[in-house]
């Protein structure tokens, strides 16, 4: 069923825990799924699928920081909450990504500049493909021989980057909704583009729903009294 339902859907949106250590669950459900079914419709499900790690809110500590403009903001991971994110990520990616080299593939929009070619790297008018994985390292070594089009290859990159994501916090949805836009092929980019124009506005959270988020009450029990009330404290 779930082979089936892969192969009918345009883009597959493989969720785990964010919190989780059950990567090896992960890996051994999609080897079972690839296994069984034949080279080319492999190939097709792993170009589809992009991979979040969930309820990234819930990674602390380091804490979030809420940067606040007016009556909304955003929330970002502090910098050493960022590279465990990072961590997490290239774990995933290693263990879900990466052993499916073969079969993978990324592509993107062509603005009408690019126009190198490789072994593994091709272009048209429109597209600009990469047959492999596109990872970390690749991104970094194009980038570096090819400054000029960083931005083709950070999209390319894209297409094999483990995200970590928070509904409740709206992290990293911006990116997700990009992520998805671009497995739909890159002409579906010129056809979202103002959907995506509007993505930034994802991430926008009001300060009255932030401070309901989380509190932090310390209670003095010799005292019998509150010690500390962070929801009382003015922001």
Known sequence: MYLEKLAECDVVIWAMHADSRCTDHEA?????????????????????????LTKADL????????????????????????GR????????????????????????????????RDRRLDFDRQTVTYRGHFSREVCERYTAAHPEHAEVFSRLRDNHRVLPCSALFRFNLAALMVNVVGK???TAIFRF???????????????????????????????????????RLPI
């Open 28 to 52: 051994r459900c999609l080897n079972r799924l690839l296994d069984d079914a034949p080279p080319e419709e492999g190939r097709r499900i792993v170009g589809k699928l992009t991979y979040v």
């Open 59 to 82: 990674l602390t500590p380091p804490p979030w920081i809420f940067d606040m403009h007016g009556d909304r903001g955003t929330f970002v991971p502090s910098l050493a909450l960022a």
């Open 85 to 116: 994110m990072e961590l997490k990520a290239a774990h995933v990616e290693q263990m879900v990504v990466e052993p499916w080299g073969d079969l993978l593939g990324a592509a993107t929009y062509n603005t009408g500049d690019f126009a190198l």
């Open 184 to 186: 739909l092929g890159p």
């Open 193 to 231: 583009q103002r959907v995506l124009d509007d993505a930034a506005e994802l991430a926008g959270v009001p300060v009255a729903a932030m401070r309901e988020y989380g509190n932090f009450l310390v209670w003095d029990g010799i005292r019998g009294a509150r010690a500390f009330d962070l929801g």
